[in-house]
């Protein structure tokens, strides 16, 4: 999976690229949030998958949506149901989110909780 960060050219390579929403990140010396997104070629997606590849871009939308609202029972649903979509190429970004939110329902529910991932840079 190629992944990059959101910067001047992201909304450019849309037009190549299927950009699928990762992990936001909180850069801790300004307070900037930056997103993250797994590239997946137009090229590489599978024959039977381009009839259902806009419901399956507005699915992995959505669960992003409601990770960051923190819906975790619609978010295991579209997880389970985007598993091997995308070549599953996506599959270990899924895997680590369905983790974070089995560890996030074992913990009382926080209202400060925020998804953006802390990092220095």
């Known amino acids: 999976m190629n992944i990059i ?30 997103k993250s997104y797994a590239v997946v070629s137009r090229d590489d997606i599978i024959l039977q998958e381009i ?27 579209a997880i389970s149901f985007l598993q091997g979509k995308w070549k599953g190429e996506i ?5 680590i989110l369905a983790t ?3 560890e996030l329902e074992s913990k009382p529910k926080d209202d400060n909780w925020d998804y953006a991932i802390p990092t220095p840079q």
Not at 11 to 34: C, H, M, P, S, W
Not at 56 to 76: I, R, T
């Open 5 to 34: 960060l959101e910067n001047e050219v992201t909304d450019q390579i849309a037009d190549k690229y299927i950009l699928l929403e990762l992990d936001t990140f909180l850069r801790t010396t300004n307070g900037q949030r930056v």
């Open 51 to 77: 009839p259902v590849m806009e419901n399956n871009q507005k699915l992995h939308a959505d669960l992003m949506k409601n990770y960051k609202k923190g819906d975790w029972n619609y978010c295991k649903q």
């Open 91 to 95: 599959d270990s970004f899924y895997m």
């Open 100 to 102: 974070r939110i089995k």
